[in-house]
Structure formats: structure tokens, C-alpha cells
């Protein structure tokens, strides 16, 4: 703005002196040829509030000129021009008011040009005058430059559609053919304002709005908004406009132009859709899903996974996930976290998670690293399984696989685990352990005679009164069978370990109901110690054993402690046993068949089938007890009664008249539930008449339980089955109940024959047991006739059958058979 001095000198204005005539047409010469614009103004009076207003009284050629006004003289400004600015008028009011002359420097939209001079108070009150050259050109190549320089700003930014332009006041004062093209509005709707049409409803208040606050902020107008295609589509656009400033900063126009968006909303869109379906995902999952950052902080959690852990999003949010890790579950955490940070790839534990109520949650946690996109680690992002059930049916099965099923206790694979730990832990302490072997005796009995279930009732009481008679801290397992092992924890002197076994003994030995049945069981048990008798639970128990088998040796119902010379026999009894298990198994045994004679008619009357033992040097006297005492003899008895029948067909097959077989029967076949039925059925089976095989059972086996035995032997008797009485003399029978039985021969055992047969003595109990026989109506037979004496001896004695060496040794199936053809079954030379 400039001020009084800065008036030109040389203005010809208060001075001018128009009633000089000289100096007149000197003035009219300047007034009218000057280059400048002038114009002298009069305040027109108004009323108050008012717009103000002025009467032009005198303007020069450069005036009308410029402003094309040619008739103004005398007209008010707003009567020639009626949308005058109003700023216009402002600043003459104020040079008017002030009398300050003041620089004027415009666009006047109203008459289409840009002026620059001064407008300045007159001397006449209420005039002003205003000098003013037209600089509408130079301001248009600045404004042109500023556009260009606008519009390549706004090209640069985007592949515009469409450009256009407005006045300051956001009219649309240009066509724009590309705005046409592209939203296919006609030039009209254009140049009438009704560009906004082409906006979608949904979006036009919304960008009117904004457009108007751009208008009146002068600030970059950016939106987006759908616009009606040229088709009929509507398409997503990013309209920008900027405004094209004057130098004084007032808005000349605005520059603006459309673009196309709809490809970037699309990707937007699915973007957007993605994001929500992965946060309905997210929060709708049906495991746990949490987020921490690098501190492992959660940042966000979902339903499920506060359901888990029972607390609220609040919480959680407000939680590190160390304080929902189980204490044993942080190492294996911490380190996974620490891998990933570290770059590792993506992990999965099973932890353990702290709930709020205190419990614990079994989860399987797949952990991924989040990472910005220069791929630094910026936190983690897990998915967590409740593998609750699955732990809980691992552990029912690892229970399973370490107990026993029948009485709870744990078996042999947690005996030598929890031994695997415990024996090294004790020996840094110096502590004793005692192992105690036990084996119910005469179990099989109990099975036999009442079945299955009562046995399993015996061995699950059993079991409770064993786990009553120790220490909590003391283990009791069960190998199998009726076979149970006790670790008894720092036992301190053996004696301890003895006195538990004792009382363990004499609780077994108490009667065990079991429904009706008041049983009576015993147990035979062997003791080793740790560490003297064993370093390793393989050795101790190994020890114990054989002294359990000691304690069966030493008559059942028994304590023992392992004895280094004691575990030489039982060493080599569970040698035996070992083999005869493999020989068991393979088959591995063949039958002998010793004659029989008649001594009356020197006539072969029957063999015995007698058992050996392929490829061993084992005699029947050594590994039969072990048979029997292992309960392997029945497998054996079995395949012999089958072998037996096989080979008296063979012989009736090979031309031999029938020879009776005499099978041996153990005490444990004998007490076995449906012996006769079995051997019958057999028999049967292999197509032969009841008298081809005889049974021999021996006077123990009788007098166990004689009850069982009467009935077994009534059976066989009235199916046509010879019974006949093996070892007569050695169980010290009672006569009584010998006369009750069905027998059809006694056989007298040698030990009554070969010592000393002409003793006096040893003539008068074979004489006694021969009357014995005859009285009762029984065949007797002599055994082991092993000389001419002897033989002479039983012959004497009246026996009626007799077998030995001297009258025919064992032999095989196929021997016997030559024998017998070659006429050696009739001995003549008998006599
Ligand atoms: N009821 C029942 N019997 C079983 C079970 N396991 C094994 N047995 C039987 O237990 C018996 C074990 O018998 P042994 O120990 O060999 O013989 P024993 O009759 O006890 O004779 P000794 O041990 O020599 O005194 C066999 O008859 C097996 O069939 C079981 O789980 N339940």
C-alpha cells in the first residue's frame, strides 16, 4: 500500500487548474493522451448499511479504452458494472475516509482485466480519482506460466481422466472436453454447474461439502467419489484440485483434475474383505489365537483363546504371555521365541498354559514370527490347541503300558524304570534295598478247580495285601502270573527285609473268600539285597528268583535269602527249564516203549511209553520234576497221551495185535479239571477203543486229593481205561481208601526189589504188597527186573507181570515193532 509521498510528483491532480487556458489545453492534452487510465469519482450518498457506490465525473480516453466503458461519465460504477468487487469499493471508501492515497493492484472480474496504479483522494470532498495502467497481459503470461506449472504438478501426481477448471468461487468457467468424454456429460450440463450430477448420491453431499470447505480454506481439494461413466458404470475416482494463487495469495481459479481409482479400490476392497474375513477368522476361531509383540506382550488375543485361560481381552491385553506359562513350560517358550527373533523358522511346543482359577491348560502352540518388511522381527503371532484330552489319553495310555491291568500294580517295565532311577540314587546314599520274589504256590490248583475268575479274585486280593503290608514309599509290582516283586525302600539290616516277608507270608497264608470259598494260598519268597547281592535290577531280581526257588525247594511257604551256593542248583534247575521251554515249544521230545511181561504166559501184555528227551543229555529223572514244577508237564502229557495213540494205531496198521499202552500221568495232568473227558475225546479222535492205552498214576498223586482223584478214575474205568498204581509203596497210603479206588494193577516200586531181594525184609514187604494186590483183585507188576534173580525173585513172590532190562529194554516205536515180528514177544525162555 502506498502512502501520500509516494504520489508522483508529476501527477496532474489537485494542481490541475482546468480554468487556465493555456494550462487547459496543456491538461486536456495530458488528461487525454496520456497511457494511463484515469478516472475522477464522487461518493454517492447512501443509506446506511448501504453498499457504497460512485458516480464517475470524469474519465480519459485511456480510461475508456482499457475498460470499454465509453459512457460512464456520469453513471454510478455499480449502474455500468453490477457485480463490481466489493473489495474495489472497500479500498476507495477507505481512501476517501483516510484521505491517504493507496496503491491498487486487481483482477476486476466484472470487466475481465487486471489493473495496477493508485487510487487518491481528490480535493473536492467525497471525490477520489484513481490513475491505473491495464496489466491484464503481463498477468496472464504469469498466470499462464503458474498454471502450466500447476497442471504439470497435478499430471505428475496420476494418469488423470479428466481436467478442469473453475473460478475462484469453484464455478466451472472452461469447458473440459476430457470431463465430458469421461463422464459423458454434455457441454450444457457442464457450463450450468451441474457437473455435481455426475456424482454418485451416496458420495454427493459429502464432496460438496468438502468442496466448500476447499473454497473457503484455499486448501488442496482431494476426495473420492463415484462418478457416472460415459456407460452408465459408476467408477471410483480420486478427484484432486489445487487452487492457482495470485501473488498477493488470493485465489485466481482452481485446477483440477479426476482420476480413475477404481483398480486401487478393487485391491482396496480386497483388502479390506481380507482383512475382515481374517479378523472374523480371528475372532470366531475355534482355537486360541494370541499376538505379543517383541516383549511378548499380547497385543491381541481371541474369544477362544480367553476362554482357555478364563480370562477376559482386557486382561489378557494387559498380560505378557510369561504370566500365562506354566513354570516348567518357560525355558522350552523363551527359547522358541528367542530362535524366531533370531530368525528361526516357525515353531510348535506343547506347554503348558496357567489359568486364571489356578488349573492348567495342556496346548500345542504353533508360534510364527511377525515381521515388518525389511523382515525385522516385530513379534509373534500364535495358534494354541487345547490338547488337553490328548495328554490326558497319552497318559491313561503310558498308565496302561507301565501297569497291570488286573490288580493296578505297576508291571515290569515300571519295575525296571522306576528300579533304573531309584538303585543308582540309593547307592550315592548308601542305602539298602531289599527285593522280594514271590510266587503264590499251588496256584494253579486254584484256577484249575474253580476256574479263572476266582483266580483272578486270589491275585487281586492277593495284591491289596501286599500294597497293606509296606511302606508308602516301598514298591509292589507284579511280573505276571502269580508272580509279585516288592522293593523294599532303605531297608537297613536284612533282617527288616525277612521280617516283611513273613508277615507278607502269613498274610497270604489267611484264608481269601472269594463268594462261597474260604481258599488257603501260600507264597514262596526269595530275598536279594542291593547292593550286595546284585548292582542292577536284571542281577537282583535273577537272585531273588532262585531263591524263591529255593523256598519252593525248601517246601513252599517259605522266606529265603539269595545264597551264592544255593544259586548253583537253582541255576541249573532254571537252566532245565529254559531248555525244556525251547524243547516245549519245538517239540523236541520221542517216546521209548518198555515191554511188559506176563510171567504166567511169558507173553508181552502191554508197554509202558516211557519220555525222552531229543538232543539232551537231560534224564526224565531231572527234568520231569522241572516239567512239573513249571506247570510245563500238561503241554508234555498231552503231546505224550497224542504220541501214544499215533503210534498204537501205527503198529495195529503195521500188522501187531493190539498192544496196550501204558502212559504215565502226572500229579499236575491228574489234578487237572476234565483229564478223563480230555483223554477219552482223544482217544476218540484217533479212532481207538478205550483198552489200547492204560494210565499210570502214581500213589501221591492219588492221595493229593483223593475226592478229585476217585472221580477221574471212576470216569476212565467205566469208559474201559486200566488204571494202574504207579510206585506202589512209596506215599505211605492209607489202605482205606486204596479199596475204594477203581483200580486194575498195582505196580511195585523198585526200590522194594532191587536192593536186596533175598532180605528177609525186602521179602516180606514185596510178599505183603503182593498179598496186598491179589487181595484187593489187582494185577501186580514188578519193575526193574534188571536179572536173572530178580526176575526169579518176583516170580516167586507171585507178581504177575514184570518189565526190566533183563526182559526187554525201551525201545523206539519202529524197534518194538521189529522186535515184536521177529517173534520176541513171546519169550519162551521165561520160565
Ligand atoms: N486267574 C489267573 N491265573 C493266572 C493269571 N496269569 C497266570 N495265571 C496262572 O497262574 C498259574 C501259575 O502257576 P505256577 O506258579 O506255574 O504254579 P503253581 O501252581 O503256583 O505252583 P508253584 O508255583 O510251583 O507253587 C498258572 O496256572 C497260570 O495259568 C491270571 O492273570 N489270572
Known amino acids: ?125 467525497g471525490q477520489i480519482a484513481v490513475l491505473f495502467s491495464n496489466v491484464s497481459a503481463r498477468k496472464r503470461a504469469e498466470l499462464a506460466l503458474r498454471e502450466s506449472e500447476t497442471r504439470q504438478r497435478t499430471l505428475l501426481e496420476g494418469h488423470a481422466q479428466a481436467f478442469w477448471e473453475t473460478d475462484s468461487q469453484g464455478r466451472v468457467i472452461d469447458d473440459s472436453p476430457s470431463w ?37 480454506t484455499k486448501a488442496t481439494f482431494n476426495a473420492e467419489l463415484r462418478l457416472r461413466r460415459a456407460d452408465d458404470t459408476w467408477c471410483w475416482t480420486n478427484v484432486r484440485a489445487a487452487p492457482v494463487l495470485d501473488s498477493d495469495g488470493s485465489v485466481l481459479k482452481w485446477v483440477g483434475m479426476t482420476v480413475d481409482i477404481s483398480q486401487q479400490k478393487h485391491v482396496e476392497e480386497n483388502l479390506r474383505r481380507s482383512e475382515e474375513r481374517l479378523h472374523k477368522i480371528f475372532s470366531q476361531a475355534s482355537t486360541g489365537m494370541v499376538e505379543t509383540d517383541v516383549n511378548g506382550q499380547m497385543t491381541m488375543v481371541n474369544r477362544k483363546f480367553c476362554e482357555m485361560l478364563g480370562y477376559t481381552e482386557g486382561e489378557l491385553l494387559a498380560m505378557n504371555v510369561t504370566d500365562v506359562t506354566a513354570a516348567e513350560s518357560l525355558p522350552s517358550t ?59 489319553a ?101 533282617q527288616y527285609a525277612a521280617e516283611v516277608a513273613w508277615h507278607i507270608a502269613s498274610r497270604i497264608a489267611e484264608p481269601f473268600h472269594v463268594g462261597e470259598l474260604a481258599l488257603s494260598v501260600s507264597t514262596s519268597i526269595g530275598i536279594s539285597i542291593f547292593p550286595q547281592d ?89 527234568f520231569i520234576p522241572v516239567a512239573e514244577s513249571t506247570g510245563m508237564i500238561n503241554s508234555i502229557g498231552k503231546w505224550l497221551l497224542r504220541e501214544a495213540a499215533r503210534q498204537s494205531r501205527s503198529w495195529r496198521e503195521a500188522g501187531l495185535p493190539p498192544v496196550p499202552i501204558s502212559v504215565n500221568v502226572s500229579v499236575i495232568e491228574f489234578r487237572e479239571q476234565g483229564f478223563a473227558r480230555r483223554l477219552l475225546g482223544m482217544l476218540a479222535e484217533e479212532g481207538l477203543k478205550p483198552d489200547a492205552i492204560q494210565v499210570e498214576v502214581t500213589e501221591t498223586a492219588i492221595m493229593e486229593n483223593i475226592d478229585h482223584a476217585a472221580a477221574v478214575l471212576f470216569e476212565l474205568k ?19 481208601y486204596l479199596v475204594k479206588l477203581p483200580l486194575n494193577k498195582l505196580k511195585i516200586d523198585k526200590t522194594f526189589i532191587l536192593p536186596s531181594p533175598h532180605s528177609s ?18 494185577e501186580v507188576v514188578a519193575e526193574g527186573v534188571e536179572s536173572e534173580g530178580l526176575l526169579d525173585f518176583v516170580q516167586g513172590q507171585g507178581c504177575h507181570q514184570a518189565q526190566g532190562f533183563h526182559l526187554a529194554p525201551p525201545m ?15 519169550q519162551a525162555d521165561l520160565h
Not at 465430458?180 to 460438496?208: M, S
Not at 531280581?541 to 526257588?549: G, N, V
Not at 525184609?761 to 489187582?778: D, E, H, I, P
Request: proline share 4%; hydrophobic share 40%.
Open 1 to 125: 500500500m502506498a502512502a501520500d509521498e509516494d504520489r508522483p510528483a508529476a501527477f496532474p491532480g489537485a494542481d490541475i487548474q482546468p480554468s487556465l487556458p493555456n494550462s487547459e489545453s496543456k491538461y486536456e492534452l495530458l488528461f487525454e493522451k496520456m497511457e494511463q487510465g484515469f478516472c475522477l469519482l464522487e461518493r454517492l450518498p447512501g443509506v446506511s448499511g448501504e453498499p457504497s457506490n460512485y458516480r464517475y465525473v470524469e474519465v480519459n480516453r485511456a480510461f475508456k479504452r482499457e475498460t470499454g466503458l465509453h459512457d460512464a461519465v456520469g453513471k454510478s460504477i455499480r449502474e455500468v458494472a453490477p457485480n463490481v468487487e466489493a473489495h474495489l469499493l472497500d479500498s476507495f471508501d477507505k481512501v476517501e475516509a483516510n484521505q491517504r492515497s493507496e496503491r491498487l493492484e486487481a483482477y476486476v472480474a466484472s470487466l475481465g482485466i487486471w489493473v495496477e496504479g493508485t487510487v487518491f483522494p481528490a480535493h473536492a470532498p
Open 180 to 216: 465430458r468424454a469421461w463422464t459423458g456429460q454434455t457441454h450444457e450440463a457442464w457450463i450450468a454447474q451441474k457437473w455435481h450430477l455426475a456424482i454418485h448420491p451416496a458420495d454427493r453431499t459429502r464432496v460438496l461439502q468438502a468442496w466448500q470447505v476447499a473454497l473457503a
Open 334 to 392: 523363551i527359547a522358541a521365541v528367542q530362535a524366531l527373533a533370531c530368525g528361526g523358522p516357525d515353531a510348535v511346543l506343547e506347554k503348558r498354559y496357567l489359568r486364571k482359577d489356578g488349573g492348567y491348560m495342556w496346548a500345542q502352540s504353533s508360534v510364527s514370527a511377525l515381521r515388518g518388511p525389511d523382515g525385522q522381527f516385530q513379534g509373534l503371532v500364535a495358534i494354541v490347541v487345547d490338547i488337553g484330552e490328548r495328554k490326558q
Open 534 to 622: 546284585g548292582d542292577d535290577i536284571d542281577t537282583l531280581l535273577s537272585h531273588a528268583d532262585m531263591a524263591m526257588y529255593q523256598a519252593k525247594q525248601n517246601g513252599r511257604n517259605n522266606v529265603q535269602f539269595f545264597c551264592p551256593s544255593h544259586a548253583v542248583v537253582a541255576q541249573a534247575q532254571m537252566a532245565i527249564e529254559r531248555k525244556l521251554k525251547d524243547a516245549v515249544r519245538g517239540n523236541a521230545f520221542h517216546l521209548h516203549y518198555q515191554p511188559i511181561f506176563e510171567l504166567g504166559s511169558r507173553r508181552v501184555v502191554s508197554v509202558e511209553a516211557l519220555l525222552r528227551w531229543n538232543a539232551a543229555d537231560i534224564g526224565p529223572d531231572r
Open 394 to 494: 497319552q497318559e491313561r495310555l503310558r498308565h496302561a503300558s507301565l501297569h497291570d491291568p488286573l490288580t493296578g500294580l505297576p508291571n515290569r517295565t515300571m519295575l525296571f524304570e522306576y528300579a533304573g532311577y531309584q538303585l543308582p540314587h540309593n547307592r550315592r546314599h548308601h542305602r539298602r534295598t531289599a527285593l522280594l520274589f514271590l510266587d503264590l504256590d499251588r496256584f494253579k490248583p486254584v484256577n484249575d478247580s474253580h476256574g479263572h475268575e476266582v483266580g483272578d479274585a486270589v491275585l487281586q486280593e492277593a495284591a491289596r495285601r501286599l500294597m497293606a503290608s509296606v511302606r508308602e514309599e516301598d514298591m509292589v509290582a507284579r511280573l505276571g502270573g502269580d508272580e509279585f516283586v516288592i522293593l523294599l525302600q532303605d531297608t537297613g539290616d536284612p
Open 761 to 778: 525184609a525186602s521179602q516180606a514187604v514185596t510178599n505183603a504188597m503182593v498179598a496186598l494186590g491179589r487181595a484187593l483183585g489187582l
Open 812 to 826: 523206539s516205536g519202529a524197534a518194538f515193532c521189529e522186535w515184536y515180528l521177529d517173534g520176541h514177544a513171546r
Open 718 to 736: 467205566q469208559a474201559g481205561v486200566k488204571i494202574l498204581l504207579d510206585d506202589f509203596g512209596t506215599g505211605y497210603s492209607s489202605l482205606a
